[in-house]
């Protein structure tokens, strides 16, 4: 039996600094929200159109991504269910700076900025919550800079490795053998480089001895080494 998509109320709720606000408070930007749908391939919102407000993911799977003049994309971050995009969330009458685009088939529940105003007004609690997600995803942004200015390919090829096969292990799954269902094009679109320098990147970890690659899988050979070329340790350190 198919299982339904979560409840308005319950994405708010379950979003990190949002579930800090009263269920009364929750409920009347839940009470405000619309479900937005879009195709695989098909824009959530384009970089260049009015702000909006705060989406939250409902199902699929979105990136937020900009793309240069030559063509070549850069994915900031992809968002699954119950994470949110916080880029519209602006009360200057100003644009989206990125795009949202559905990796697959997606739907996502929008608090439209008037919502979040009206009740800000009357509870800043509410503005001090939506303050502090923008925070948070602009450390993160500033990370992704810092990233892709300092460090090479293999480096953030291998910290992207550490982090997925950390999250596998999270979830309680098989962290050493990691599934290849990410495309090559869209790891370099997240690692801010193009295929070929995925492919170079993994055959250099495949030759550093941490990685053993073939055309469905990366299996992780070599925990420590993978660490090492990812965040500069030495082996065994």
Same mark, same amino acid.
């Given at each position: 039996m198919a299982i339904a998509p979560r409840?308005?109320?319950e994405l708010l709720r379950d979003v990190a600094?949002?579930?800090?606000?009263?269920? $009364? *408070?929750l409920h009347q930007l839940a009470e405000a929200s619309e479900v937005r749908k879009v195709a695989r391939g098909a824009p959530l919102f384009s970089e260049g159109q009015a $702000? *909006?407000?705060?989406?939250?993911?409902?199902?699929?799977?979105v990136k937020l991504s900009k793309s240069g003049r030559d063509g070549r994309e850069q994915i900031i971050y992809l968002a699954r269910p119950g994470r949110p995009i916080v880029e519209g969330v602006r009360f200057d009458g100003g644009t989206y700076a990125a795009s949202a685009i559905a990796m697959r088939a997606a739907s996502a529940i929008l608090v439209p900025n008037e919502a979040i105003g009206a009740l800000g007004d009357k509870r800043p609690a509410v503005f001090r919550v939506?303050?502090?997600?923008?925070a948070h995803r602009t450390d993160k942004t500033l990370r992704l800079v810092s990233d892709l200015s300092l460090r090479t390919v293999p480096a953030r090829l291998a910290s992207f490795l550490c982090a997925l096969a950390a999250a596998r292990e999270l979830r309680g799954e098989d962290a050493r053998h990691l599934v290849r269902d990410l495309t090559t094009e869209t790891v370099a679109g997240r690692l801010g480089t193009v295929r070929e320098e995925i492919s170079r990147g993994l055959a250099l970890l495949e030759r550093e001895g941490a990685l053993k690659v073939t055309p469905d899988l990366i299996e992780v050979v070599d925990f420590t080494r993978l660490e090492a070329i990812a965040?500069?340790?030495?082996?065994?350190?």
């Open positions: 409840s308005a109320d600094h949002l579930g800090q606000l009263p269920a $009364a *408070e $702000a *909006e407000g705060l989406f939250i993911v409902r199902t699929g799977e939506m303050l502090d997600l923008r965040y500069g340790r030495k082996k065994g350190a």
